[in-house]
């Protein structure tokens, strides 16, 4: 009988367009044993969605740090979304979906606590700096996932810069890789638009009418009306990149610039994160001068990596509940009992 894996490559080479990366072309840096019924990228999800840092996504920042409501997005349900708007886009294009879900499930694992400012804070004090794309990249090292799905991750991140890119240093080699850049912008822009309006930071009033008009009105609209643009203007060139219309890829700029400066980088939303940059500050210092708690905190013998590495990986790794608890622990007094 034909092994499941086997069956599921043939299909892919039957179903998938001839811009697609198959699995059966996949590469890992150490070769391991084929499982019999997932394939290549299957199995690099897999090896992802049961790590214990994907778990802890779900108590990371977002946008908003310990939010009062059960609505607001947190770094797992970004992950989930960008996953599911990489799928869509991955399908409608006849792309392999399992290389994109793969991915996108392992592009925020490098994330810090409380969110960007986090990443902002280790970036300045941490003398080789701090970037949670590459921290993404170093968790999934030791997963042993593909090339494809490495390189996917490595490339996803924007912060201010192009959205899409034909710089080789930006732009994955494919197109689920491309798939999963543009997925990431598309979720974040738009949930954390519907946050801010639940949060009260913004009203729908707040949002240019430019853009409103050549998005729609509501969080589906405006996904919607993204995903068709990004299938129409990639497949209107014939899969030469991934692709947004001039007009769609302006406004997007446009609204991500909008969010940023009334959103992300306002005191409103900061204040409380920067208080949580002292903490993450202070537990970065204190661990550095105390290695010997910081090897049993990680239940490590000894340290494989130099010191201020092992440290960024402990701290980057904590959830926000978990941190505001070591800080107490060291630094606030407890009650005598």
């Given amino acids: ?76 349900t970004h992950t989930l979304e960008v996953m599911q708007l ?32 986090g ?23 030791p997963m042993n996932v593909t090339e494809e799905v490495e390189e996917a991750i490595a490339k996803h991140s924007k912060g201010k810069g192009p959205i899409l890119s034909d710089d080789p240093k ?27 309006m639940r949060a009260g930071v913004l009203t729908f009033q707040d949002v240019p009418k430019r853009l409103r008009d050549i998005f729609g009105n509501t969080h589906s609209e405006r996904i919607g009306t993204m995903i068709r643009d990004v299938i129409g203007a990639t497949q209107e060139h014939n899969f030469n990149k991934i692709r947004m219309s001039p007009e769609k890829i302006e406004a997007l700029i446009e609204l991500r610039a909008f969010m940023f400066h009334n959103v992300y980088e306002t005191d409103r939303v900061q204040r409380e994160l920067k208080k949580a940059q002292k903490m ?14 910081l090897l049993a905190e ?26 505001i608890q070591k800080y107490r622990e060291i630094f606030l007094p407890s009650s005598w009992s």
């Fill in 170 to 196: 930006l732009k994955a080699k494919t197109l689920e890789g491309q798939v999963v850049r543009i997925a990431d912008i598309i979720a974040y822009v738009n949930h954390d638009l519907d946050d801010a």
């Fill in 1 to 76: 009988m034909q092994v499941i894996r086997e069956l599921l490559e043939e299909k892919e080479k039957k179903n998938l367009s001839s811009h697609a990366a198959l699995s059966s072309n996949a590469h890992r840096k150490t070769a391991e044993e084929e499982c019999d019924l997932r394939t290549r990228f299957q199995r690099d999800r897999d090896k992802i969605l049961h790590s214990k840092p994907f778990r802890r996504l779900k108590h990371k920042t977002q946008v908003f740090l310990n939010p009062v409501g059960d609505h607001y997005r947190t770094r797992m």
């Fill in 280 to 293: 993450v500050e202070s537990l970065y210092f204190y661990y550095l001068e105390h290695p010997d708690q």
């Fill in 86 to 117: 990489g799928r869509t886009m991955a399908r409608a294009l006849h792309l392999n979906e399992d290389l994109v879900e793969a991915a996108t499930l392992g592009h925020d694992l490098g994330h810090t606590p409380f969110g960007h400012s």
């Fill in 298 to 323: 990680m239940s490590l013998k000894e340290f494989s990596d130099s010191i201020d590495q092992h440290v960024i990986d402990f701290i980057s790794g904590m959830t926000d509940r978990y941190a």
């Fill in 119 to 141: 990443e902002a804070i280790l970036n300045k004090i941490h003398p080789k700096g701090f970037h949670h794309v590459f921290q993404s990249v170093r968790i999934v090292g």
